[in-house]
């Protein structure tokens, strides 16, 4: 058999392991026997990403809210504090989770830091929210919780380690790698990192949801452009903002890295000079008519990806209530935009041309005003 020496680090594309004497040798003791437990690659991965967040280890997931739902699901008896600013995907899974006996309280970002008690085991937020980008208070979140003793967990997506390294105020943090991790938009993942992960590895290997080997390898690739692409698309994201506050067909802009952002100074303390790629506004003309006006950024959810993309959020928004869409500020006339690694400029001109094209103002009367 010839002795190969990969430059990059393999997929063990395999659902078994030979069952030798050493095979709980592997990274962290964990016996290597079958893929949906544990995999080589996929092992690899969690021990990048585990060093990029600061913590002894991750774990990884086959998608984002994979890793929340495991994470929520083995706090079954402890209790979660969440903040309700957050994807609206992960509000619907608490809601849920409520209403199968789980106690769990959603509060708004503003007052999380006040509910903290040590009647709950977990308290979550989101660095930045999704989507309407508010910055929580984390100095405080995670003075307040180390003082009640409760883990506090990040929803680290919007900033990735490059913004933020989560390991610095939370205990544990979940990311969806489908965003900035992996970087081409091509991958569905999630990664859980934190301090003890024991339990949570048994959660996951009795809930089936562990990363393939072959995603592994594609965000191990992502890996290495990671930091400037990060740099790139929060640049091209403050231009692109800048632009949007001064242009007359634009309501209002939100962008942690504009001075007129609520929490722009607490933004400018926590993350590294940077204030990430997504700029969420309200157009004065009718936002889907814009959407479709333009002609090189991309109709799509998700972000992160190479190329810039835009959604209306109340889409996704949908499966929650109506009181709490309007609680979160979330309506027909928001727009998300996820800027990419393309020239800021032709970004620029193709929204400005769009807004054009759009015609006339948005009416108030879509509002019941």
Same mark, same amino acid.
């Given at each position: ?12 594309? @395999? ?5 030798? $004497? ?35 280890? $991750? ?28 994807? #609206? @995907?992960?509000?619907?899974?608490? *809601?849920? !989770? ?9 509060? /708004?970002? +503003? +007052? ?9 085991? !977990?308290?979550?937020?989101?660095? &930045? ?6 910055? /929580? ?23 990735? #380690? ?18 900035? !991790? ?5 991958? &569905? ?70 001075? $007129?952002?609520?929490?722009?100074? *607490? ?42 993309? &835009? ?11 109506? #009181? ?12 998300? !935009? ?32």
């Amino acid at each position: 058999m010839l002795d190969y020496s990969p430059s990059e680090f393999p997929i063990y594309m @395999t659902a078994t392991f030979l069952n030798l $004497s050493n095979s709980k040798s592997f990274y962290g003791g964990r016996e290597l026997k079958y893929s949906r437990e544990e995999n080589p690659t996929v092992r690899e991965l969690e021990r990048r990403i585990a060093e990029l967040d600061g913590f002894p280890d $991750s774990l990884a997931f086959n998608s984002g809210m994979a890793a929340i739902s495991t994470l929520f699901l083995s706090m079954a008896k402890k209790g979660i504090l969440m903040a309700f600013d957050a994807y #609206p @995907t992960t509000i619907r899974l608490a *809601l849920d !989770l409520k209403v199968r006996g789980f106690r769990i309280r959603l509060v /708004p970002m +503003e +007052e999380v830091v006040n509910a903290v008690s040590r009647e709950w085991g !977990l308290v979550f937020t989101e660095t &930045i929210t999704n989507p309407m980008l508010k910055v /929580p208070d984390l100095p405080a979140l995670a003075e307040r919780c180390e003082e009640k003793d409760v883990n506090l967990v990040i929803d680290n997506t919007f900033a990735s #380690p490059i913004l933020l390294k989560p390991s610095i105020y939370s205990s544990y943090s979940v990311q969806s790698a489908t965003k900035y !991790l992996s970087g081409h938009n091509d991958v &569905i993942a999630g990664i859980l990192s934190g301090n003890e992960l024991g339990d949570l590895w048994e959660w996951r290997r009795e809930l089936g949801t562990i990363l393939d080997p072959f995603r592994a390898f594609l965000v191990m690739r992502g890996l290495y452009t990671l930091e400037m692409r990060v740099k790139k698309h929060s640049e091209n994201a403050l231009k692109v903002a800048t632009f949007l506050e001064s242009c007359e067909l634009v309501e209002r802009v939100i962008y942690p890295g504009l001075s $007129s952002h609520p929490q722009h100074d *607490l933004a400018k303390e926590i993350f590294r000079g940077l204030y990430g790629g997504v700029v969420t506004f309200i157009p004065k003309v009718d936002p889907s008519r814009f959407i479709s006006s333009l002609k090189v950024i991309r109709p799509a959810p998700s972000l992160g990806s190479p190329y810039s993309l &835009i959604n209306q959020p109340i889409s996704s928004a949908s499966n929650i209530p109506p #009181p709490m869409i309007r609680e979160l500020g979330i309506d027909e006339r928001v727009v998300r !935009l996820s800027v990419g690694l393309e020239d800021p400029e032709i970004v620029i001109g193709d929204i400005e041309s769009a807004l054009r094209r759009a015609g006339n103002p948005y009416s108030n009367n879509l509002h019941g005003g």
